[in-house]
């Protein structure tokens, strides 16, 4: 129960490494708020459930990440709960893939708006609180792409990139706070995501990797469920790659 008494909001908890966080979480003991863009019954019925399995409180909440003033009333009223944040989980995200000079200029603001200004500006939000609280975890879900640039990734993989940067300024000068901001940089994972790739390009990817293989949610979650216990007390400014040994 590595997580025991904290509380979490994990974003893009719908499905992927998001849903896979949460499972994780509420397995360690953590209560959670449940990002997802909009309710559904589906959604609630699933979380309901999982809390239930692992005996925490799991609430979800539900806005558009691009939408400052939603994002803004939604972190009020967390707060206004009773119920602070101890672990932010920047997970929602985009996939693209495309030429640079074949990718409208507009897909590339709309990929930064979802991948890192969204984080950033959901991190702003809820440092304040964590101050107030005397600290906090702050994970980013960043990605290889970000860190091994290739051909085609014009877009998310340099929206990727910016996020480690931020993940490495905003430790630097969160620290004083007592405030750990750290990034996981996933390899290729059997997520939704995966399936958009083309065939070839995801299998070339597995075959970079020592194990040959996917990764699963599950293993990206519980990397998560590391940085965001005492276990990584001493972590920050860190971009742990997930990635089966990725070449």
Request: aromatic share 4%; with cysteine.
């Amino acid at each position: 129960m590595l997580l025991r008494d904290k509380t979490a909001l994990v974003t893009g908890s719908n499905r992927g490494i998001g849903r896979a966080i949460v499972e994780r979480f509420a397995a360690n003991g953590a209560s959670i708020w449940a990002h997802a863009r909009s309710s559904t019954p589906e959604l609630i019925a699933d979380m309901a459930e999982c809390a239930d399995r692992h005996g925490v409180e799991i609430k979800t909440i539900c806005f558009d990440v691009t939408d400052a003033a939603a994002m803004k009333a939604a972190i009020k009223d967390i707060v206004a709960s009773g119920r602070p944040i101890d672990v932010l989980v920047n997970n929602a995200g985009v996939a693209h893939g495309g030429l640079f000079q074949m990718t409208p200029m507009a897909k590339i603001r709309e990929v930064f708006e979802i991948n890192f200004f969204a984080p950033l500006a959901i991190s702003q939000a809820v440092v304040a609180q964590m101050r107030k609280r005397g600290g906090g975890s702050i994970i980013n879900i960043a990605s290889i792409a970000g860190l091994d640039l290739q051909a085609g990734n014009a877009a998310y993989g340099t929206s990727k990139a910016a996020l480690v940067a931020a993940t490495k300024t905003l430790a630097a000068e969160l620290g004083a706070l007592k405030i750990r901001v750290n990034a996981i940089a996933p390899g290729l994972t059997d997520t939704d995501m995966a399936g958009l790739m083309e065939k070839k390009a995801g299998a070339d990817m597995v075959e970079r990797t020592a194990f040959k293989r996917l990764g699963t949610p599950t293993e990206i979650a519980d990397t998560a469920v590391f940085l965001a216990s005492e276990l990584a007390a001493f972590v920050t400014g860190q971009v742990l790659r997930a990635d089966g040994g990725t070449t």
